[in-house]
Nanobody, 122 residues
Framework: QVQLVESGGGLVQAGGSLRLSCAAS????????MYWFRQAPGKEREFVAG????????YYAESVKGRFTISRDNAKNTVYLQMNSLKPEDTAVYYC???????????????WGQGTQVTVSS
């Protein structure tokens, strides 16, 4: 059974930092693009960040550029999202997702984690 399990969410004050982790089990995703999405109450799920299978290319939503960093450790089958300078508008449930394998980039999630809550207080 394929599972993506997020951890690291919590409550933080504005300006603070959190590091989310996404551990995969059931199969390896070392050849797959990986993503972070988020969904705030009453809003649609939105793309936050993505990383190519090798880690050589990263992609970010404009709203998080310069504040968030996505990375991966293929040996550990784990993806991370370092979030700095957090703002109240970053409050959301954050989801890890896996996409297609190969070198051609696309945002096409096939597997989803259950999500982890991030709350940023003002």
């Amino acid at each position: 059974q394929v599972q993506l399990v997020e951890s690291g969410g919590g409550l933080v004050q504005a300006g603070g930092s959190l590091r989310l982790s996404c551990a995969a089990s059931g199969r390896t995703f070392s050849s797959n693009a990986m993503y972070w999405f988020r969904q705030a109450p009453g809003k649609e799920r939105e793309f936050v960040a993505g990383i190519s299978w090798s880690g050589g290319n990263t992609y970010y939503a404009e709203s998080v550029k310069g504040r968030f960093t996505i990375s991966r450790d293929n040996a550990k089958n784990t993806v991370y999202l370092q979030m700095n300078s957090l703002k109240p508008e970053d409050t959301a449930v954050y989801y890890c997702a896996a996409g297609p394998s190969g070198s051609r980039w696309s945002v096409a999630p096939s597997y989803w984690g259950q999500g982890t809550q991030v709350t940023v207080s003002s």
